[in-house]
């Protein structure tokens, strides 16, 4: 074993979903060492225990995981559990630590970032709940990982990741196993497959994009060689570290050639994609495309159709930015509603309570407690079970959803790359005025409450503050505005926009012009084209 001096690392501070950066930044030496030392350091459960270590494929992937094993047994970790050629998705790994009462597991992945030598890569570390660790873990890796001076590794041969079986590395043991297996009986346990594969075989047709990353292996395994979908369902199954030169984020600007098939007019009845390390989802149907709001509010409100949740849902939770539609059907089913700040980890207390059993995510992110992540082939399944019982088309479950609910309109503008001082003075701007907005009028709209969301945990009684500055209308309109928290270059600023509408108007097709008048008084009131430079938001989601 040998103890190596490393200095600090003043950046390694993880944002919304653990540590991402350029994958020359992780090649820095030392660089990804300090920060898997820190983890072994604060999760003191691992010396002894079992770690789950695995991730996306993407470039330096294969590199990562010969360090962290090495690291891993010079710090008594007792057992890993590896997927087979490094690979895990990222709810795959939240079951596997679940199943195998794991310690802990450390995930590879930038998720819908860019891969490759030029691209990105993350590394994030999962507690024994299958989730992410809590803000409190994450403040103390960071927190380590400032003044650690050395670290722990074991000069050893590398592990051949591509064999099944049972290894050694120093005293710990080395499992190599089946990445999709265990997910994929957890999935034929939660969902009525006979119904599905009997929808698939009465001329239904799907198509599936994994974006040449991690899920094209499930999505195999599940939607082909036990649904009985055909071939030519699958789009870009085939893992590549670079993702075809593509960034893997299943936007209709990334996952153009889905987006494009499903508007044909003989197009397929449904349509999905995931993203870099399979934990996020889109859903299409002929001609047009479900929002993530709109999606977790159906799925909570059909849940009942599937064989896992047809004794009901617990309760239900969103991200503070996600709309509120999801609201809407918990007050019908009379069921407690959460809102959270953006982040899954702010889910994980609420669901290991039992308090809640389904929650999603405006930016495609949708999941139950059968995990601690977001799970995109699970939406797919949710999605696909309740179209075999339904029997009827993604539009008219979205047509009878909005009239029975009312519609929730719904934009996000992305101003990406935005130089970090710009941003900083956008949310500086509106900050300074939040407090004074209530009562005023824009137009026809007039603020009800303007604040910076801070979210009280129900659970463990933490406070988490400046989550997102958000400005209500008494119309039940609203603009939120945040800075992303997983971007790599510059800064990333986030504005949200969502109206209201009840009856034959909620039907609109012309979303854009319905959610104009807010974004209008957002661009207003947050000076964003001024501060910013920016005439236009980068992306329109
Ligand atoms: C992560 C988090 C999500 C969050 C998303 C976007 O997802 O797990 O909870 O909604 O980032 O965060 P932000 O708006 O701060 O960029 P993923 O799929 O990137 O791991």
């Not at 660790?133 to 001076?149: C, D, P, R, V, W």
């Not at 049972?166 to 969902?191: H, Q």
């Not at 800064?491 to 509408?501: H, K, M, N, S």
Request: some cysteine.
């Amino acid at each position: 074993m040998l103890t190596i001096k490393t200095g600090p690392f003043n950046d390694q501070k993880p944002g919304t979903s653990g540590l991402r950066k350029k994958v020359t930044r992780f090649q820095t030496p030392g660089y990804l060492e300090n920060f898997v030392q820190s983890i072994f350091d604060v999760a003191e459960d691992l010396r002894g225990g079992t770690l789950v270590l695995g991730g996306d494929g993407r470039y330096y992937n294969d590199v990562a995981i010969q360090t962290i094993l090495s690291i891993a047994a010079a710090n008594g970790v007792a057992k890993s559990i590896v997927g087979q050629g490094g690979l895990f998705s990222t709810p795959a790994i939240s079951n596997i630590i679940r199943k195998y009462k794991a310690q802990g597991g450390i995930v590879l992945s930038a998720s819908h970032n860019p891969g490759g030598p030029n691209g990105d890569f993350g590394i994030k570390f999962n507690g024994q709940n299958g989730g992410p660790a809590s803000e409190a873990m994450t403040n103390a890796i960071f927190e380590t990982s400032k003044i650690i001076t050395h670290y722990k590794t074991l000069q050893a041969e590398d592990i051949d990741l591509s064999e099944l079986g049972i290894f050694t590395l120093g005293d710990m043991v080395v499992e190599i196993i089946d990445p999709v297996k265990d997910y994929a009986e957890l999935m034929e346990s939660l969902f009525d497959f006979a119904a599905i594969k009997d929808w698939t075989a009465d001329n239904h047709s799907l198509c599936f994009d994994a974006m040449h990353a991690i899920t094209g292996p499930y999505a195999k395994a599940i939607l082909k060689d036990t649904l009985g979908a055909p071939d030519k369902a699958l789009m870009n199954c085939t893992p590549l570290p670079d993702f075809g030169g593509h960034h893997p984020d299943p936007n209709p600007i990334y996952a153009k050639d889905l987006f494009d098939k499903m508007m044909l007019p003989d197009g397929p009845d449904f349509g999905a994609a995931s993203d870099g390390d399979g934990d996020r989802n889109i859903i299409l149907g002929r001609g047009g495309f479900v929002s993530p709001s709109d999606s977790v509010a159906v799925l909570a409100a059909n849940a009942h159709l599937v064989p896992a949740y047809k004794a009901g849902l617990t309760g239900v939770a969103r991200s503070m930015p996600t709309s509120a539609a999801l609201d809407r059907v918990a007050q019908k089913l009379g069921i407690a509603h959460f809102e959270t700040p953006t982040g899954w980890k702010f889910f994980g207390n609420l669901l290991d309570a039992g308090r809640i059993s389904l929650c999603g995510e405006e930016s495609a992110g949708t999941s139950s407690d059968h995990v601690r992540e977001k799970d995109g082939l699970w939406a797919v399944l949710m999605w696909l079970n309740i179209l075999a019982v339904r029997r009827q088309s993604v539009k008219e479950i979205m047509l009878a959803h909005w009239q029975e609910y009312g519609r929730n309109f719904y934009a996000r503008h992305d101003y990406e790359a935005v130089e970090t001082e710009k941003a900083n003075a956008v949310m500086a701007h509106l900050r300074a005025q939040v407090s004074d907005l209530a009562g005023k009028g824009f137009g026809s709209e007039v603020v009800k409450f303007a604040d910076s969301f801070t979210y009280h945990d129900p659970i463990d009684g933490s406070v988490s503050e400046n989550q997102g500055l958000r400005v209500g209308f008494e119309s039940g309109s609203r603009f939120v505005m945040r800075l992303s928290g997983t971007g790599t270059v510059g800064a990333t600023l986030r504005l949200y926009i969502e109206r209201y509408v009840q009856g034959p108007a909620g039907l609109e097709e012309d979303h854009t012009a319905v959610l104009e008048p807010i974004l209008q008084i957002a661009k207003e009131i947050s000076d964003i084209e001024a501060l910013t430079g920016r005439e236009h938001a980068s992306l329109v989601t």
